[in-house]
């Protein structure tokens, strides 16, 4: 051993109650406990903010409060809620920053609940995730694989089934959610990355269109073609009047479109697990046209400063769907390394905790 870690005595001070005790009362250190306990309780408590956050995304008290402040009684009209409960619920958004108390008994959206606004990415993920909390509601058996079936497993079909034998109506929710909450993650991309040096633009794994009708929107002359499921194919495009070309199939055993200079994978590889991940690189360094880039949009673990989202939240989420994990960097770059690709680049983007990006090219 090459000595002791000053963390492990950090550790033996912590655990020690005598001097947690004696630290509490004493400044600065006070501060640092105040801190700790509280956001030992937020971990604890973190269940219960999710569902006051999902309580009010059913009841749609954000967007009726976007005009402005309502009487307590008056928002709670057509909840279900009799008046405690009412104010049980609004008391809760209270203290989360998702509403705020006004003069005479109105309430008014608060600075996160101002947030949501217009967001619809972040309540439909909130609206969606009653079906993570119930895989979760055993977090050792999902762990130790003694949970057989999953909702998050049903919810995204090709986790755990044939993706090519799915039929438009058991991939329409999940599509429908992948191309709500996509300008979010459109809006990281395009702020990272300059696509005025491509023509032709294939999003693999690109639903509806969301992705490419955003970045044809700042990208007039792009050429823009998306490949999905056969199934996610027969469903409306959201592109409007955008021209797209849309190719039907399963990008692990059909050939791709060849050509384009650009491919790109958003919130696709952190989806699967390496084999398939390899045969999906293989199938793009294949079809990619020569000197030809592929830009992959995803959120990576062990991001400084947004740790929870890949370690834990995509963590847990993966685990319950059955299929793939956040990688590091570091994963991805072996993985885009023994696939054939080079010149591995990371383009900033404004909020890493939504997405990354990353850029390769076929050697």
């Excluded at 509490?24 to 509280?38: G, H, T």
């Excluded at 060849?258 to 958003?266: F, N």
């Amino acid at each position: 051993m090459s000595g002791i870690d000053w963390r492990d005595w950090r550790t033996r001070l912590i655990a020690n109650p005598r001097f947690r005790q004696k630290v509490a009362r004493i400044w600065p250190f006070s501060l640092i406990a105040r801190r700790q306990a509280r956001r030992l309780f937020d971990i604890s408590a973190g269940f219960v903010y999710s569902q006051t956050l999902m309580a009010c995304v059913e009841l749609n008290w954000f967007e009726r409060l976007a005009d402005g402040p309502l009487e307590r009684t008056a928002l709670a009209t057509g909840s279900g809620l009799d008046g405690p409960a009412a104010d049980r619920l609004i008391n809760a958004a209270m203290a989360l920053d998702l509403l705020e108390g006004r003069a005479n008994s109105c309430v008014a959206l608060g600075p996160l609940g101002a947030a949501l606004i217009g967001d619809q990415g972040i309540t439909s993920m909130a609206a969606h995730h009653h079906l993570l909390y119930q895989d979760l509601a055993d977090p050792l058996a999902l762990l130790r694989g003694e949970t057989s079936a999953t909702q998050l497993g049903d919810y995204w079909g090709y986790a755990k089934q044939d993706p090519g034998s799915l039929a438009s109506d058991r991939v329409a929710a999940y599509s429908r959610l992948m191309a709500e909450s996509q300008p979010m993650v459109s809006e990281q991309v395009l702020a990272a990355y300059d696509f005025g040096g491509a023509k032709r633009l294939l999003d693999v794994g690109g639903g509806t269109g969301a992705f490419v009708g955003a970045v044809g929107a700042a990208y007039p002359d792009l050429k823009l073609e998306v490949f999905d499921l056969p199934g996610v194919a027969g469903l409306q495009s959201v592109t409007g009047d955008r021209p797209v070309t849309r190719h039907a199939g399963n990008f692990c055993d059909d050939p791709l479109p060849s050509g384009a200079d650009l491919i790109s994978l958003v919130r696709i590889i952190h989806d699967h697990d390496d084999d398939v991940v390899d045969q999906l690189l293989t199938n793009i360094r294949q079809n990619l046209s020569v000197r030809g880039t592929l830009l992959i949009a995803e959120p990576l673990a062990g991001t400084p400063g947004a740790e929870t989202v890949g370690d834990v939240y995509f963590g847990f989420y993966l685990l319950a769907m059955g299929s793939g994990k956040a990688r590091t960097i570091n994963e991805i770059n072996e993985l885009l390394t023994r696939n054939g690709f080079t010149e591995v680049r990371i383009h900033p983007t404004p909020v890493p905790l939504i997405a990354s990006v990353l850029s390769a090219n076929p050697v």
